[in-house]
């Protein structure tokens, strides 16, 4: 199994930019892809953007490809979000996880609040 801790979720003004970030632990080698989803209140859970061991990325849609952007460091077993141009929409937990063997593991989440 792989254990995952996000930070950096805060209140982030509307068009400022915010980086999260997720170290995973346990299990590590088998990793085969990161991902953040978010899920806002009343809403389903949405895929945010993935990167797979090698660093192809997939964002979900394209206004989320413009803005924000999806990084991993191997060596340290960490992941990154970086949100650029933080919309009000953009307020939402956001969850950081791992693929390992075909199954998602996905952390606790980190609330990021945007103020208009």
């Known amino acids: 199994q792989v254990q995952l801790v996000e930070s950096g979720g805060d209140l982030v003004q509307a068009g400022g930019s915010q980086r999260l970030s997720c170290a995973a632990s346990?299990?590590?080698?088998?990793?085969?892809?990161y991902g953040w989803s978010r899920q806002a209140p009343g809403k389903q859970r949405e895929l945010v953007a993935r990167i797979t061991r090698s660093g192809s990325t997939y964002y979900t849609n394209s206004s989320m490809k413009g803005r924000f952007t999806i990084s991993s460091d191997n060596a340290k077993h960490t992941v990154y979000l970086q949100m650029n141009s933080v919309k009000p929409e953009d307020a939402a937990v956001y969850y950081c996880?791992?693929?390992?063997?075909?199954?998602?593991?996905w952390g606790q989440g980190t609330q990021v609040t945007v103020s208009s």
């Open positions: 996880g791992a693929a390992m063997r075909g199954k998602w593991y």
């Open positions: 346990g299990n590590t080698v088998s990793i085969g892809a």
